[in-house]
């Protein structure tokens, strides 16, 4: 008998088209939105794919990094490499509930598992390459929405989803 796997939270920035980056960075500047998601993440668990770890640069301090990727020989230095979203949430203990950081095919993996979306809607429709899915509106509800908060040019919100049954068994 398997263990239930820890059902992770999404974080994502997203424009207005759902555009989540572009050529492997993000499209906008909005310390604002680091600052959110640094105060969300930090002593949990982070997930993500190769591209997204490639793009940091180096781990994030103060939380666990995990990376997924296929090839088994990858390596991420202060990281923990899985080859899949399951072996990743396997590895997170249940007392500090993972957040999925990214990239675009990691979050289509995981939306179905997942029980929390803490998303920051940005007021633009931006030209990327990378998308974050619809989130259907008979699986999930708004909790919470925060003032608009302006950057750098760019209109945004925290916006936090629940989905409103339980999420599917990994």
Not at 2 to 25: E, F, Q, W
Not at 48 to 67: A, D, K
Not at 106 to 132: C, K, N, Q, W
Request: glycine content about 8%; aromatic content about 8%; some cysteine.
């Amino acid at each position: 008998m398997s263990a239930k796997l820890a059902a992770p939270d999404l974080i994502v920035a997203y424009a207005a088209n759902r555009v989540i980056g572009h050529d492997n960075t993000l499209p906008w500047r909005l310390p604002g939105d680091l600052a959110h998601f640094k105060r969300s993440t930090l002593g949990h668990p982070v997930i993500m794919g190769r591209n997204t770890w490639e793009s940091l640069g180096r781990p994030l301090p103060g939380r666990l990094n995990i990376v997924i990727s296929r090839n088994s020989c990858y390596e991420a230095a202060g990281a923990s490499v899985y080859p899949s979203l399951e072996a990743a949430l396997a590895a997170c203990t249940a007392e500090a509930s993972p957040y999925i950081i990214g990239g675009a095919q990691i979050y289509r993996l995981a939306l179905p598992l997942a029980r929390r979306v803490v998303a920051t809607e940005v007021h633009a429709s931006i030209e990327g390459d990378a998308y974050f899915p619809q989130l259907p509106g008979d699986e999930w509800m708004e909790t919470s929405r925060s003032e608009r908060q302006t950057e750098n040019g760019y209109e945004y919100d925290f916006v936090v989803y629940e989905r409103k049954t339980s999420p599917a068994a990994a």
